[in-house]
């Protein structure tokens, strides 16, 4: 619970750059838990902006995981942010054509075909963990039944 307080205030003191992408009015930090996301309408605005939360997490003893931190490009253009990694002071961001976050898979194409599939996979495997517990209950109550 303490860590989430210091996350909420770092991410408090950030304020991210003004001039940046904004959703339903709010600016570039999307946060949940220890899940964060930073936006950004150019791969300069989000340096710019994860630079502003490193400092802000340093300040009051949190580090940001550069293992655990990568960088995507959504665009229609396909050469759109050819940089491979970002580099925030001594940490390098690796980039990634795709990512879950919050059981949700996000695409660089902004494709929902994978998100998809993917719930069909689930579907599926959560329908046949119990197919056969089912088909024997239903048998059991035609057995059951008086003809």
Do not use: P, W
Not at 39 to 57: C, D, M, P, Q, R
């Amino acid at each position: 619970m303490l860590f989430n307080f210091a996350l909420e205030y770092a991410i408090r003191r950030v304020q991210v750059n003004r001039d940046g992408l904004k959703l339903n009015g709010t600016h570039q930090l999307l946060a949940y838990a220890d899940d964060v996301n930073i936006l950004g309408g150019s791969i300069h605005t989000l340096k710019e902006n994860a630079e502003a939360l490193v400092a802000a997490t340093r300040e009051i003893g949190l580090e940001v995981s550069a293992d655990k931190t990568k960088y995507m490009v959504m665009s229609r253009d396909q050469n759109a942010g050819q940089i491979q990694s970002v580099k925030i002071d001594n940490s390098t961001f690796k980039r990634v054509e795709e990512f879950k976050y919050l059981g949700t898979t996000l695409t660089n194409q902004n494709s929902i075909a994978e998100e998809i599939k993917s719930r069909l996979r689930s579907g599926n495997a959560c329908y046949h963990s119990v197919h056969s517990f089912v088909f024997q209950v239903a048998i059991q109550k035609f057995k059951d039944q008086d003809i």
